[in-house]
């Protein structure tokens, strides 16, 4: 009885209301995502104050369409500038970049549509029918599976490493020793701060992710010919309209999209992991798989829908424990945790059975609005995508003038912009010796939760970590496919240099 | 036409211009240029440096005249034009909906905009230095939201800190949030605080208590305990948000939480935790089930997160009231009062005397704890 009436709330996300906060969602999002350094996270938080006065089903449908909007609208300007928009999107960057500088610009927005509204959709599909077991997921996630899962994280350096894996690793190291810099919360001591209120604060990853990508990218742009375009052959390219994959094209891709799409699932559903994560370890996964032929680093489709499948299949899955649990898994949903507390309902069991013409309605207008993300955001991609066709010598400052305006609004905090620039000039002569901005961002990501893990793994564990470790199941789960993917990474590394 | 020219000159190797930097007018003609020529001397409109660097500079200029701007014109009514509320964290935190929430209601009452701005970073230091330097008349129109206890970490000496309690122009307090202990709904090792205690003494440092970052209020709070309480001593774990420390002690890994009324309530109304003290001098009316640490133990441990809106510390005092009054006026409206429950803030307008005693108080426990001893 319970799955049946769930289907009679299809019909109230089309009430007026409800489909045009939908439609302002996805709107706001997509804007948002696309212009690097604001977030989802940072509009939904600006939005709490209107969603009083909307009914709460509505309000909530607007900012669950806005988040899924913001993680793909991200890809946008990862793909055409090499800005990921927002944290999620940086993996993004790397393949869409390179696709983009070949003149495959449409192409790779396709693929990004395609791969992130399936995501969003699968997921969306998780969260209405298998919530209330997969949010167990979420708690048997603990300081022991955290570190284990960062190192599973790092192991990815090997991966996007594509030129020196000794050069990759330096980054990744260095990432990791920035990320020890602010107050560290577990002695509240100011760990390479030197006495600079700037650095107490840790280096934010908004900044440093710009910095890395964007500003190095337009620092890259501007050492080329003014007034060429960035593509390779420096000439402008046809933008074509083919805004819709073939069915071929698809099932080229379908093992590559489904691994992705659980790899974003399952990641989705363990708090505080998230999109900035899932994308890079399905990105990996993807590499290892490599086939001869494939050209990973160098503008690889397969690649590209690996992120973007990843981090769209987080958002839904996101929410289950969030609903279930009560517990946020990032930090969009944390604020939307936020607004369903403003309109009295609070996260567990109950909401589906108390309050179903609420969360029912949220539930499926975040499927719908998924679907409908993609017909909207084509015509806008295809647009931004005469970015491609700008002579650098615009496009670069341009570029700069987004990432200063985006940095800054995030924080107001004039310090993240000279963050941001020490990483931007880092980033542009790590591109130009050959290091891995990717790598580096990869340990100030993963850094802190490593960190944080294993501390606390030695405290819980009581005095006796290594007998604790083997007796958690998923720990050791964990472990096994820390080294299935050392030894695949090896084993590509290995190949690469016979060939 | 140009497509035309284009293929006549010398410069262009098939489709592809040849890289010299050439103007595309450029004709065969015209264009006598060897390769390398070019790129030496490119003229310096053309050079996409010095177009950003001009642009990066104007936009620094303007950005710096935004922040540290005079501000003009300072007529006979007060306040005649916006007013900035900085919030010293990132948006969507728990302080920034707060301030997010009665910025309207400020604002109704002053008769002016009063705009939320975000200036994060620092644990709140970034902000809080900016606000600590604020002087009128320059900076009259600006307020700062600011958080006991957080703001005392000047008084951890390893951070070599200049500011005191004297650096802000303290207006009033908005919300007071008592801390809270909690344990595992269904724990049948404890079934109450003093359960709790007398395990703890038994096997000392074996119970795992979460709180915040060292310095929180919830750490302050176990810190203060364990000195009041002979025997008492717990391993803590300290955690970046209330829902991390949650989803411990929910897998198992921790025995207890520390956390405040606001956020814990509605957790313990379903069932999930059982909150076994309250750290205040008296119940709260959100728990009245739930006993004051005083009234199990005898020992007065009272910790609680406070928010508290100041100025510039030399304000005039007539501008001063005409600030305390707003904010008076906006926290009584009963359409705030209503928001504000919804977002679980505990209203507690205090002022003057009533103020500047919760100030010396917290002061005095966070001197008496020294949370930066314990924490080596």
Same mark, same amino acid.
């Given at each position: 009885?319970?799955?049946?009436?769930?289907?009679?709330?299809?019909?109230?996300?089309?009430?007026?209301?409800?489909?045009?906060?939908?439609?302002?969602?996805?709107?706001?999002?997509?804007?948002?995502?696309?212009?690097?350094?604001?977030?989802?996270?940072?509009?939904?938080?600006?939005?709490?104050?209107?969603?009083?006065?909307?009914?709460?089903?509505?309000?909530?449908?607007?900012?669950?369409?806005?988040?899924?909007?913001?993680?793909?609208?991200?890809?946008?300007?990862?793909?055409?500038?090499?800005?990921?928009?927002?944290?999620?999107?940086?993996?993004?960057?790397?393949?869409?970049?390179?696709?983009?500088?070949?003149?495959?610009?449409?192409?790779?927005?396709?693929?990004?549509?395609?791969?992130?509204?399936?995501?969003?959709?699968?997921?969306?599909?998780?969260?209405?029918?298998?919530?209330?077991?997969?949010?167990?997921?979420?708690?048997?996630?603990?300081?022991?599976?955290?570190?284990?899962?960062?190192?599973?994280?790092?192991?990815?350096?090997?991966?996007?490493?594509?030129?020196?894996?000794?050069?990759?690793?330096?980054?990744?190291?260095?990432?990791?020793?920035?990320?020890?810099?602010?107050?560290?919360?577990?002695?509240?001591?100011?760990?390479?701060?030197?006495?600079?209120?700037?650095?107490?604060?840790?280096? /934010? =990853? %908004? &900044? *440093?992710?710009?910095?890395?990508? +964007?500003?190095?990218? $337009?620092? !890259?742009?501007?050492?080329?010919? @003014?007034?060429?375009?960035?593509?390779?052959?420096?000439?402008?390219?046809?933008?074509?309209?083919?805004?819709?994959?073939?069915?071929?094209?698809?099932?080229?891709?379908?093992?590559?999209?489904?691994?992705?799409?659980?790899?974003?699932?399952?990641? /989705? =559903? %363990? &708090? *505080?992991?998230?999109?900035?994560? +899932?994308?890079?370890? $399905?990105? !990996?996964?993807?590499?290892?798989? @490599?086939?001869?032929?494939?050209?990973?680093?160098?503008?690889?489709?397969?690649?590209?829908?690996?992120?973007?499948?990843?981090?769209?299949?987080?958002?839904?899955?996101?929410?289950?424990?969030?609903?279930?649990?009560?517990?946020?898994?990032?930090?969009?949903?944390?604020?939307?945790?936020?607004?369903?507390?403003?309109?009295?309902?609070?996260?567990?069991?109950?909401?589906?059975?108390?309050?179903?013409?609420?969360?029912?309605?949220?539930?499926?207008?975040?499927?719908?609005?998924?679907?409908?993300?993609?017909?909207?955001?084509?015509?806008?991609?295809?647009?931004?995508?005469?970015?491609?066709?700008?002579?650098?010598?615009?496009?670069?400052?341009?570029?700069?003038?987004?990432?200063?305006?985006?940095?800054?609004?995030?924080?107001?905090?004039?310090?993240?912009?000279?963050?941001?620039?020490?990483?931007?000039?880092?980033?542009?002569?790590?591109?130009?010796?050959?290091?891995?901005?990717?790598?580096?961002?990869?340990?100030?990501?993963?850094?802190?939760?490593?960190?944080?893990?294993?501390?606390?793994?030695?405290?819980?564990?009581?005095?006796?970590?290594?007998?604790?470790?083997?007796?958690?199941?998923?720990?050791?789960?964990?472990?096994?496919?820390?080294?299935?993917?050392?030894?695949?990474?090896?084993?590509?590394?290995?190949?690469?240099?016979?060939? | 036409?140009?497509?035309?020219?284009?293929?006549?000159?010398?410069?262009?190797?098939?489709?592809?211009?040849?890289?010299?930097?050439?103007?595309?007018?450029?004709?065969?003609?015209?264009?006598?240029?060897?390769?390398?020529?070019?790129?030496?001397?490119?003229?310096?409109?053309?050079?996409?440096?010095?177009?950003?660097?001009?642009?990066?500079?104007?936009?620094?200029?303007?950005?710096?005249?935004?922040?540290?701007?005079?501000?003009?014109?300072?007529?006979?009514?007060?306040?005649?034009?916006?007013?900035?509320?900085?919030?010293?964290?990132?948006?969507?935190?728990?302080?920034?909906?707060?301030?997010?929430?009665?910025?309207?209601?400020?604002?109704?009452?002053?008769?002016?905009?009063?705009?939320?701005?975000?200036?994060?970073?620092?644990?709140?230091?970034?902000?809080?230095?900016?606000?600590?330097?604020?002087?009128?008349?320059?900076?009259?129109?600006?307020?700062?939201?600011?958080?006991?206890?957080?703001?005392?970490?000047?008084?951890?000496?390893?951070?070599?800190?200049?500011?005191?309690?004297?650096?802000?122009?303290?207006?009033?307090?908005?919300?007071?949030?008592?801390?809270?202990?909690?344990?595992?709904?269904?724990?049948?090792?404890?079934?109450?605080?003093?359960?709790?205690?007398?395990?703890?003494?038994?096997?000392?440092?074996?119970?795992?208590?979460?709180?915040?970052?060292?310095?929180?209020?919830?750490?302050?709070?176990?810190?203060?305990?364990?000195?009041?309480?002979?025997?008492?001593?717990?391993?803590?774990?300290?955690?970046?948000?209330?829902?991390?420390?949650?989803?411990?002690?929910?897998?198992?890994?921790?025995?207890?939480?520390?956390?405040?009324?606001?956020?814990?309530?509605?957790?313990?109304?379903?069932?999930?935790?059982?909150?076994?003290?309250?750290?205040?001098?008296?119940?709260?009316?959100?728990?009245?089930?739930?006993?004051?640490?005083?009234?199990?133990?005898?020992?007065?441990?009272?910790?609680?997160?406070?928010?508290?809106?100041?100025?510039?510390?030399?304000?005039?005092?007539?501008?001063?009231?005409?600030?305390?009054?707003?904010?008076?006026?906006?926290?009584?409206?009963?359409?705030?009062?209503?928001?504000?429950?919804?977002?679980?803030?505990?209203?507690?307008?205090?002022?003057?005397?009533?103020?500047?005693?919760?100030?010396?108080?917290?002061?005095?426990?966070?001197?008496?704890?020294?949370?930066?001893?314990?924490?080596?």
């Amino acid at each position: 009885v319970e799955n049946l009436s769930m289907f009679s709330y299809i019909l109230n996300v089309f009430s007026f209301y409800n489909f045009s906060a939908m439609l302002g969602g996805i709107i706001v999002g997509l804007v948002i995502g696309a212009i690097p350094g604001l977030t989802p996270a940072m509009a939904i938080a600006l939005l709490i104050p209107v969603s009083f006065h909307l009914p709460p089903e509505t309000s909530l449908i607007m900012l669950t369409s806005l988040y899924a909007a913001g993680i793909y609208g991200g890809s946008f300007s990862a793909i055409l500038i090499s800005a990921p928009g927002t944290e999620a999107s940086a993996a993004t960057a790397i393949e869409g970049w390179e696709l983009t500088i070949r003149g495959r610009a449409i192409d790779a927005l396709r693929i990004a549509t395609f791969s992130s509204c399936a995501g969003g959709v699968i997921s969306a599909l998780a969260l209405l029918f298998i919530s209330p077991p997969a949010a167990k997921i979420a708690l048997l996630f603990q300081p022991t599976e955290y570190f284990l899962l960062a190192i599973l994280g790092l192991t990815c350096i090997a991966s996007v490493s594509f030129k020196s894996f000794f050069k990759g690793l330096i980054s990744g190291f260095v990432g990791i020793f920035l990320s020890t810099i602010g107050v560290d919360i577990k002695s509240a001591y100011p760990r390479f701060t030197f006495d600079f209120i700037a650095l107490e604060g840790g280096i /934010g =990853i %908004i &900044p *440093a992710v710009i910095g890395l990508f +964007a500003f190095a990218q $337009a620092l !890259s742009i501007s050492r080329g010919e @003014a007034d060429k375009t960035i593509l390779l052959s420096g000439e402008k390219s046809k933008l074509s309209w083919n805004l819709w994959p073939r069915f071929s094209e698809i099932m080229q891709l379908k093992g590559t999209l489904i691994r992705s799409w659980i790899i974003g699932l399952i990641v /989705g =559903i %363990i &708090p *505080a992991a998230g999109a900035s994560i +899932a994308q890079w370890i $399905a990105y !990996s996964e993807e590499i290892r798989r @490599a086939k001869p032929g494939d050209q990973f680093g160098k503008g690889e489709i397969k690649g590209l829908a690996a992120c973007e499948a990843a981090n769209n299949a987080t958002t839904g899955a996101t929410f289950i424990p969030l609903f279930i649990l009560g517990i946020p898994g990032g930090i969009a949903a944390a604020i939307i945790f936020g607004a369903l507390i403003i309109h009295g309902l609070n996260p567990g069991i109950r909401l589906f059975t108390e309050t179903p013409q609420v969360v029912y309605p949220v539930m499926w207008g975040f499927l719908i609005a998924n679907v409908l993300m993609g017909f909207i955001a084509a015509p806008i991609a295809r647009s931004m995508a005469y970015l491609t066709q700008f002579p650098r010598g615009i496009l670069s400052p341009l570029i700069i003038v987004f990432c200063v305006m985006g940095v800054y609004a995030s924080s107001h905090n004039i310090y993240d912009l000279f963050i941001m620039y020490a990483f931007g000039i880092l980033g542009y002569l790590m591109n130009r010796y050959d290091f891995v901005p990717a790598a580096m961002l990869l340990g100030l990501i993963l850094g802190p939760i490593c960190e944080s893990g294993f501390r606390d793994w030695l405290k819980v564990s009581r005095g006796a970590p290594m007998t604790y470790l083997l007796s958690r199941p998923l720990s050791l789960v964990i472990i096994a496919l820390i080294f299935l993917a050392v030894f695949f990474s090896f084993r590509l590394k290995m190949r690469q240099k016979k060939r | 036409v140009i497509a035309e020219r284009r293929k006549t000159c010398a410069c262009v190797e098939g489709k592809v211009p040849c890289g010299h930097g050439c103007p595309k007018r450029l004709i065969k003609a015209t264009c006598s240029k060897k390769k390398g020529e070019n790129d030496m001397k490119r003229e310096k409109g053309k050079n996409p440096l010095f177009i950003f660097l001009i642009g990066l500079a104007v936009f620094l200029v303007a950005q710096g005249a935004w922040i540290h701007g005079p501000s003009f014109g300072a007529g006979e009514k007060f306040p005649s034009k916006p007013i900035e509320f900085m919030v010293p964290w990132n948006p969507g935190g728990g302080t920034d909906i707060s301030a997010r929430v009665l910025s309207p209601f400020l604002s109704k009452e002053l008769g002016v905009p009063v705009q939320v701005v975000n200036v994060g970073g620092g644990g709140g230091w970034v902000g809080w230095a900016q606000a600590a330097k604020w002087t009128a008349p320059k900076d009259e129109y600006k307020l700062a939201y600011v958080n006991l206890p957080h703001v005392l970490s000047f008084l951890d000496p390893r951070l070599k800190r200049k500011e005191t309690l004297d650096s802000f122009g303290w207006l009033a307090l908005h919300t007071f949030d008592p801390c809270i202990w909690a344990v595992r709904e269904g724990d049948k090792r404890f079934q109450d605080l003093k359960g709790f205690i007398a395990y703890a003494q038994k096997a000392p440092k074996k119970l795992i208590i979460g709180v915040g970052g060292v310095g929180s209020d919830d750490h302050q709070g176990v810190a203060a305990a364990e000195k009041a309480i002979p025997g008492l001593q717990l391993e803590k774990v300290y955690t970046n948000s209330d829902m991390e420390r949650l989803t411990m002690l929910w897998g198992n890994s921790i025995d207890a939480v520390g956390g405040n009324v606001s956020y814990y309530t509605s957790f313990a109304k379903e069932g999930k935790l059982r909150i076994i003290a309250v750290l205040n001098e008296k119940r709260v009316p959100q728990l009245p089930s739930v006993p004051t640490f005083e009234e199990v133990t005898g020992q007065k441990i009272v910790m609680y997160v406070a928010r508290l809106i100041a100025g510039p510390r030399n304000l005039p005092e007539e501008k001063r009231q005409i600030f305390i009054a707003a904010i008076k006026k906006a926290l009584d409206n009963p359409e705030y009062k209503k928001q504000a429950e919804k977002i679980n803030d505990i209203i507690d307008f205090r002022t003057g005397k009533d103020l500047n005693e919760l100030l010396a108080k917290t002061k005095n426990i966070a001197l008496q704890v020294k949370y930066w001893e314990s924490a080596k």
